[in-house]
């Protein structure tokens, strides 16, 4: 009896030390950097490390069109020669290149096909903060560590959980741009964009950073929201899971093909994107 009531004492003890609260060891705080110039510094230094690239993967790409939420999840594949030269291609109904989208350092694309036959297009001297289809190549850009943060006095440094976050004025005294930095690996992770009036015209996610070459990092996810202005049908999203990424030289012939706006011939709607509204142009 003795014994069975031991066994029992000793069941009962277990059983409510295993029930009581795991101990969390607390996060480890990272101090971030102390002024805009540090913070500059180290984003600067990581770009001297950036290099051309070709990766592929997956799109999720959402939008509305006619009231409606559409869905397009499609194959990519994706060069980048920085600091300004970026070409996306996926495979939308058997099309290898149903979606082009590209951007050197004056102009950017968007086109597609079969059922769309859409082409548009401007410079991006013209643009203003409003537009929405700019963000997609400029995020691209920036994503791959091609971040603008060359005026210092533009700037100012500020801190959220775990984020260094520098926050870019416009001459409206209010934010143009925020990007979050990771304090511990110093790696962008968010970067928000905002028009002339202060309201978020997109934003853009990056995560699963991978290395591909020695201080060359690259992340494996990214999604771009753009917000839908007033009247419009609404926000488009879209999200890049890359699969795999490496490095990748260019010849001056391979150059002019990825990254030269390509002509309109072959597509029936071609647009200019005016003041952040496509404009339709003679074909």
Known sequence: MLRKTVIIICVLILFHAGCEPQRREPEPIFPGKKSVSEAMHALNSRSQNIGSLKASGQCLWQYYSNGKRRKENFWVKLWVNPPAEVYLQGDIGFNPRGIVLGSNANEFWLLIKPEVSRYSWDKWSEQGSSSGLMFVPKTLDEAFGIVEVSDEKAWSLSKED??????????????????????????????????????????????????????????????????????????????????????????????????????????????????????????
Do not use: C, H, W
Request: charged share 30%; glycine share 8%.
């Open 162 to 283: 775990n984020f260094d976050v520098l926050v870019r004025g416009n001459n409206n005294r209010g934010i143009d741009k925020k990007i979050y930095i990771n304090r511990q690996d110093y790696l962008v992770r968010k970067i928000e964009y905002f028009d002339v009036n202060g309201e978020a015209v997109a934003i853009a996610e990056l995560d699963r950073y991978r290395e591909v070459s020695k201080e060359f990092f690259v992340p494996a996810s990214i999604k771009i929201i753009m917000y839908g202005e007033e009247g419009s049908d609404g926000s488009a999203s879209i999200r890049l899971s890359l699969s795999s990424a490496k490095s990748e030289s260019f010849t001056e012939i391979r150059r002019n093909n990825l990254f030269n706006r390509p002509g309109t011939s072959g597509y029936k709607n071609i647009f200019r994107i005016v003041n952040g509204q496509m404009v339709e142009q003679p074909g």
